[in-house]
């Protein structure tokens, strides 16, 4: 497979990849709603950032114990459904009734770490051990022939990553039109509620997952 081949059908596939609804675009798009254009694009980040890591791993070769190792892919799963979880169970417990878009977070609040939008993000895709085994199955497949296989692995992570940000970005500006009608308190909270059960649906989907 030539440079070209491989980056062109690897594009194609990494974007129907993108495009198809998930976790990640729920929490992009309950972000840019509840809380603004930024933070959406932190979390955006985060989610990239998470692939990185996940391409790092695979590229270095330690993606390849998590597919072989039972119970590293075990304990993954268990974590990252967890705290899939938790996200959940406090937007549908607490959910807010307004959001001051402008207004800059409390000190307090800013250092839960656990609320940063990036870290939403990053988690998101670090505690899923389905991504690790995706790319440990799926980057190797568009390899060039006669490149080295980890540099070339991390450069497709990160044309996934540049991808799925760009999708972000489009996601993001489409809610910005409704931003007015997205900062009802009715709305807000309606969409707390239905990210959380989202994000817990993923959770046990996550839980309940086999290799």
């Known amino acids: 497979m030539t440079v070209t081949e491989s980056l062109l059908s690897y594009a194609l596939?990494?974007?129907?990849l993108t495009l198809t609804p998930g976790l990640d675009t729920a929490l992009v798009l309950r972000t840019a709603a509840s809380q603004g254009?930024?933070?959406?694009?932190?979390?955006?980040?985060?989610?990239?950032t998470g692939c990185l890591v996940w391409g790092a791993m695979v590229a270095l070769g330690l993606g390849a114990v998590?597919?072989?190792?039972?119970?590293?892919?075990?304990?993954?799963?268990?974590?990252?459904?967890?705290?899939l979880c938790w996200l959940g169970l406090q937007m549908l417990?607490?959910?807010?009734?307004?959001?001051?878009?402008?207004?800059?977070?409390?000190g307090k609040k800013a250092l839960r770490i656990g609320n940063s939008p990036f870290v939403r993000g990053l988690f998101g895709n670090v505690l899923n051990p389905k991504v690790g085994v995706?790319?440990?199955?799926?980057?190797p497949q568009f390899v060039a022939t006669g490149y080295p296989v980890g540099p070339y692995i991390f450069g497709l992570a990160a044309m996934h990553a540049v991808i799925g940000t760009l999708w972000s970005v489009t996601m993001i500006c489409?809610?910005?039109?409704?931003s007015r009608w997205l900062r009802r308190?009715?709305?807000v909270r309606t969409l707390d509620r239905l990210t959380g059960t989202i994000f817990i649906a993923?959770?046990?989907?996550?839980?309940?997952?086999?290799?």
């Open 134 to 139: 995706f790319y440990v199955s799926f980057l």
């Open 66 to 83: 998590l597919a072989a190792s039972e119970i590293a892919f075990t304990v993954l799963k268990w974590i990252g459904a967890a705290y």
């Open 37 to 48: 254009s930024k933070k959406a694009l932190l979390s955006a980040f985060g989610i990239s």
């Open 202 to 211: 993923f959770a046990v989907r996550l839980a309940t997952s086999k290799r």
């Open 93 to 106: 417990l607490k959910p807010r009734s307004e959001m001051n878009m402008a207004a800059p977070e409390s």
């Open 174 to 178: 489409a809610t910005r039109p409704l």
């Open 185 to 187: 308190p009715t709305v």
């Open 13 to 16: 596939a990494a974007g129907i």
